[in-house]
């Protein structure tokens, strides 16, 4: 007698698993940004999400000023060749412009931001000119333009300068306050609501019993989710009973604007994921031909978006990376930015076989002559966590792909700024 094995996390190519490309498309084609906005003041916007544009009504700067400390002059006193003198007619501070009458036959002294007199085309460095008494020497090394800030030069009146959408950042936040504004319109902060399932899992701190283990994948949701600086609700372990389950989701999808789960949507005697939330809710898919992850949950539940993540703790990060978090963008009214990816050589075999996409945890390096180089991490289990305390990058190996020899060339997604 043979058996006919069903589909499993082991196979390379199952034809009920969903290509990467097309899981992405549909979860952002479902998701529909979140119109909530409020006012708060510009110090509080930091790592908001600006729900409308913002025009300048100012030039920044608002008036000519020097680039440098040195010395205005017209540009009619630059000397042919050789050297000029020029009487010091006076002082101008940044704040503090000079009050005197220039005529153009003078120089007037004047610091970095300081408004350069009317009629000064040029501003001489200090360090290109010799003060002698009330005199200064310099040669024409200068040019008639130089050292002056032009009125606007940086941002001009009515331009706009930042989108809606944008997410505000240092930059950002300072350049609000540039203009003046006090109160700035931010998207309101996401409710995310994450629940872990498992009779096995156990809070740090309590004492472990025979077969059960630490549950390390709320800790990792909830760093996620704050760098996403989204309102996190934890639901914390939920037992491996239908009814638990049923109503932990059913008070998830009244609190929060996009549910994740971890855990509970393979095909095990005590996963009830996917059945609930046929029950409850919408399954739009929960197989994505991808490794690690393919067992992963997506549909809705009443106007929550619903995430049901593996189990295994690297899953756990690979398909929120890849899947979570630009939905989490889009609801947001953020802005959309894909992974920064780059191209590296192998720094050594790669073992693959066609049929899911991979996301290997590499290190990536330059070699002596600055070229990037990427080494796979040794153990690439999905149940591996400290893999990726010890990564640097995602390296993205396509399905169709088989085993990368080293020295050919592989896309490289970089941790930094996101992971």
């Known amino acids: 007698m043979s058996i006919k094995p069903d589909p499993s996390c082991d196979d390379d190519y199952d034809a009920s698993s969903l290509s990467y490309d097309d899981a992405i ?19 509080d916007a930091y790592d908001r999400i600006l729900a409308t544009s913002i025009e300048s009504s100012i030039n920044v700067p608002g008036h000519v000023n020097s680039a440098v400390d040195g010395y205005a002059i017209a540009a009619n006193c630059l000397p042919k060749d050789s050297t000029a003198t020029l009487p010091v007619i006076g002082t101008a501070f940044a704040g503090k412009p000079f ?5 153009g036959h003078g120089a007037v002294r004047i610091m970095t ?3 350069v007199p009317e009629g000064a085309d040029l501003v001489v460095m ?13 040669d024409n090394r200068t040019r008639p333009g ?3 800030r032009a009125a606007g030069e940086d941002i001009k009146r009515g331009e706009q300068v930042l989108a809606s959408g944008q ?3 240092p930059a950002e936040l300072g350049l609000i306050a540039s203009l003046g504004i006090a109160q700035v319109a931010v998207k309101r902060q996401l409710k995310v609501a994450f629940i872990s399932t498992g009779d096995e899992l156990k809070g740090v701190g309590e004492t472990l019993a025979a077969g059960e283990i630490y549950d390390s994948n709320r800790y990792t949701l909830y760093g996620m989710l704050k760098r996403l600086n ?8 939920i037992e491996d009973q239908p009814d638990a389950v049923r109503e932990a989701l059913q008070n998830a999808a009244a609190q929060a604007d996009l549910i994740i789960t971890s855990g509970g949507v393979s095909v095990g005697e005590a996963d009830y994921i996917k059945e609930i939330l046929q029950e409850i809710g919408e399954v739009r898919f929960w197989k994505v031909a991808m490794k690690p992850g393919r067992p992963l949950a997506f549909g809705k539940i009443g106007e929550a978006t619903f995430f049901g993540l593996p189990g295994n703790p690297v899953s756990v990060m690979v398909t929120f990376y890849q899947f979570v978090r630009p939905a989490l963008l889009k609801l947001m009214g953020a802005n959309q930015s894909d992974f920064l990816t780059v191209r590296a050589r192998a720094a050594n075999t790669l073992k693959k076989r066609p049929g899911r996409m991979e996301f290997q945890r590499g290190f990536l390096t330059r070699d002596d002559d600055g070229e990037l180089l990427v080494a796979t991490e040794k153990d690439q289990g999905s149940g591996i966590l400290s893999s990726m305390t010890r990564a640097n990058c995602f390296i993205v ?14 896309s490289v997604q970089p941790f930094h700024g996101v992971v």
């Not at 200090?126 to 310099?138: G, K, L, N, P, S």
Request: no cysteine.
């Open 25 to 43: 498309h549909r979860i952002l084609d479902a998701v529909t940004p979140i119109a909530d906005s409020e006012i708060v003041p510009v110090h």
């Open 99 to 103: 009050e005197g009458n220039f005529d």
């Open 113 to 115: 931001g300081a408004v």
């Open 126 to 138: 200090q360090e290109h000119a010799i003060r002698a008494q009330d005199d200064i020497t310099f």
């Open 146 to 148: 130089d050292n002056v």
């Open 167 to 169: 997410h505000i950042g």
């Open 230 to 237: 989204t309102e996190i609700i934890d639901f914390g372990v």
């Open 397 to 410: 190996l396509p399905i169709d792909s088989g085993r990368v020899e080293t020295g050919e060339y592989v």
